[in-house]
């Protein structure tokens, strides 16, 4: 009795321990998944992990923050690893990975506990672009400073390849994704772009609109004529699209989608479609739009940005 009793506490104990590097894990398996979900399961198996040990071995592991994280990567590069093998990869080019929605200003500790999963979806998408390694490489170091000795174990590369691998992420992450304007800036342009469309003014989208501006519609495998998935590039085609869905403008408001200022719409109480901004210059480069219903009815989302 007294044994199951210590056993139960040292549980509840090493539960607890676990719970307080949760958001650091969740943080990093979402930058390596780019999915919520799988970056939800990645963790939990995690705990698994842990909880399986025995009370010897987990005396032995000498930072639990470091064995966690170790554990957590080398779970994601299995799952990315098989995301290769099924021939996933390369990813569509109208594939949007999930945001992390957050409001524009917040006193909700919940909401800024999400908040620091925050990443832009330009990064993302960049992200799933890369090689499994790769990616593991420039997640850690990069985003979260884990030595390269240490992620060379995760990778079974040598340390110099390892770091080779970050070198080549992080210049392809480089090339593809502009720095972010201060949040006012940002701001502007995207209250510019929604009046803009409400109005049904092609002109004044051109304006707010870069000259080679992308945007990427994921609206799922369902989806048929004009709202299926597409990539669309040119100003005067995207500021088409933007007329074409004109209607819709109206359920647009202001929110953080990754961290940076976008759009979410809702009618009914319901998310129709979240878009992520990038904004360079005042001038918009890139929209990423996720409509897929399934995706985003797995989406956590703040009660402040639905009602």
Same mark, same amino acid.
């Given at each position: 009795?007294?044994? +199951? =009793?210590?056993?139960?506490?040292? $549980?509840?104990?090493? *539960?607890? @321990?676990?719970?307080?590097?949760?958001?650091? /894990?969740? !943080?990093?398996?979402?930058?390596?998944?780019?999915?919520?979900?799988?970056?939800?399961?990645?963790?939990?198996?995690?705990?698994?992990?842990?909880?399986?040990?025995?009370?010897?071995?987990?005396?032995?592991?000498?930072?639990?923050?470091?064995?966690?994280?170790?554990?957590?990567?080398?779970?994601?590069?299995?799952?990315?690893?098989?995301?290769?093998?099924?021939?996933?990869?390369?990813?569509?080019?109208?594939?949007?990975?999930?945001?992390?929605?957050?409001?524009?200003?917040?006193?909700?500790?919940?909401?800024?506990?999400?908040?620091?999963?925050?990443?832009?979806? +330009? =990064?993302?998408?960049?992200?799933? $672009?890369?090689?499994? *390694?790769? @990616?593991?490489?420039?997640?850690?170091?990069? /985003?979260? !400073?884990?030595?390269?000795?240490?992620?060379?174990?995760?990778?079974?590369?040598?340390?110099?390849?390892?770091?080779?691998?970050?070198?080549?992420?992080?210049?392809?992450?480089?090339?593809?994704?502009?720095?972010?304007?201060?949040?006012?800036?940002?701001?502007?342009?995207?209250?510019?772009?929604?009046?803009?469309?409400?109005?049904?003014?092609?002109?004044?989208?051109?304006?707010?609109?870069?000259?080679?501006?992308?945007?990427?519609?994921?609206?799922?495998?369902?989806?048929?004529?004009?709202?299926?998935?597409?990539?669309?590039?040119?100003?005067?085609?995207?500021?088409?699209?933007?007329?074409?869905?004109?209607?819709?403008?109206?359920?647009? @408001?202001?929110?953080?989608?990754?961290?940076?200022?976008?759009?979410?719409?809702?009618?009914?109480?319901?998310?129709?479609?979240?878009?992520?901004?990038?904004?360079?210059?005042?001038?918009?480069?890139?929209?990423?739009?996720?409509?897929?219903?399934?995706?985003?009815?797995?989406?956590?989302?703040?009660?402040?940005?639905?009602?």
């Amino acid at each position: 009795m007294t044994e +199951a =009793l210590a056993g139960g506490e040292m $549980t509840e104990a090493l *539960a607890a @321990r676990f719970e307080e590097h949760r958001p650091h /894990l969740r !943080a990093v398996a979402y930058r390596m998944l780019g999915s919520l979900t799988e970056a939800e399961d990645a963790v939990q198996e995690t705990w698994l992990r842990l909880a399986r040990q025995d009370p010897a071995g987990i005396r032995e592991i000498r930072s639990l923050a470091a064995w966690l994280t170790t554990v957590t990567s080398r779970i994601c590069l299995d799952l990315l690893n098989a995301r290769t093998a099924r021939g996933e990869q390369p990813i569509d080019e109208t594939f949007v990975p999930d945001p992390v929605i957050t409001p524009l200003t917040s006193t909700d500790p919940e909401a800024e506990a999400v908040r620091t999963d925050s990443v832009g979806l +330009a =990064l993302l998408i960049v992200l799933e $672009t890369l090689d499994p *390694a790769e @990616r593991v490489a420039f997640v850690l170091h990069d /985003l979260f !400073a884990v030595p390269f000795d240490d992620i060379a174990e995760i990778v079974e590369r040598t340390p110099a390849t390892t770091r080779q691998l970050a070198s080549r992420a992080r210049r392809k992450v480089q090339d593809a994704t502009p720095a972010p304007p201060d949040p006012a800036r940002q701001r502007r342009a995207v209250e510019a772009f929604l009046t803009a469309a409400r109005a049904g003014d092609f002109d004044a989208l051109l304006t707010v609109l870069d000259p080679d501006v992308v945007l990427r519609a994921d609206a799922g495998a369902l989806a048929h004529g004009p709202a299926a998935s597409k990539l669309v590039r040119g100003a005067a085609r995207v500021a088409g699209q933007a007329l074409l869905f004109r209607e819709f403008a109206p359920l647009g @408001r202001l929110a953080l989608i990754g961290g940076e200022v976008g759009v979410v719409h809702v009618a009914d109480g319901r998310v129709r479609s979240v878009m992520g901004v990038s904004v360079v210059d005042d001038r918009i480069v890139a929209l990423h739009i996720l409509a897929d219903p399934g995706r985003l009815a797995a989406l956590r989302l703040p009660e402040e940005v639905v009602r």
